[in-house]
Every structure is written in structure tokens, then in C-alpha cells.
């Protein structure tokens, strides 16, 4: 398993499926997990989660919500280029 982070920046405020608020424009951090896929003779991994994660507005200063998300939809919502 190999996970990689990076931070992707929202220019406006979006909406994902998988939360009830609107969220505001800003720099989130984006999380892939993927696994190696085995018996190749090459080196290959699969996507097997991304999570966002969420300033935590309803809970104590510095807590966060881990969220499930589709990187498409990501992709989609930033209108910009999302590589894992």
C-alpha cells in the first residue's frame, strides 16, 4: 500500500456529493491510497481510496472530517487537472 497527500486549492466555493454543506473556496488536502497490483512484470497500482479532508466548523479549533470522495468528482468540482 503506498499513500500519497497533496493539497488541492478550490477557487470558489463547491459541493460534493458525499457532504450536506456547501464548502468554501480554499486549499484542502487530498489523500490516494492505492495497492500494488501483483503478478505483472511491471510495477502497477491501483486506486483504492481518496479522501478529503474538512476543517471540523462545528467542532473544536484544529479537528477535521475525513471524507470518502471519487476523484472525478474532485476533478470536476475544481476545474482543474487532479493527477494521483
Known sequence: MR?????????RPFK??????????GTYEVET?????EGLSF???RRVATTIYLPHYRG???S???????????LA????E???
Open 60 to 62: 473544536t479549533l484544529g
Open 43 to 45: 510495477l502497477a497500482y
Open 64 to 74: 477535521v472530517r475525513a471524507i470518502r470522495v471519487d476523484p472525478q468528482e474532485l
Open 33 to 37: 491510497d492505492e495497492e500494488i497490483l
Open 3 to 11: 499513500t500519497t497527500r497533496k493539497n488541492l486549492t478550490f477557487d
Open 16 to 25: 460534493l456529493s458525499a457532504v450536506d454543506d456547501m464548502l468554501p473556496a
Open 77 to 80: 468540482v475544481q476545474g482543474g
Open 82 to 84: 487532479y493527477i494521483s
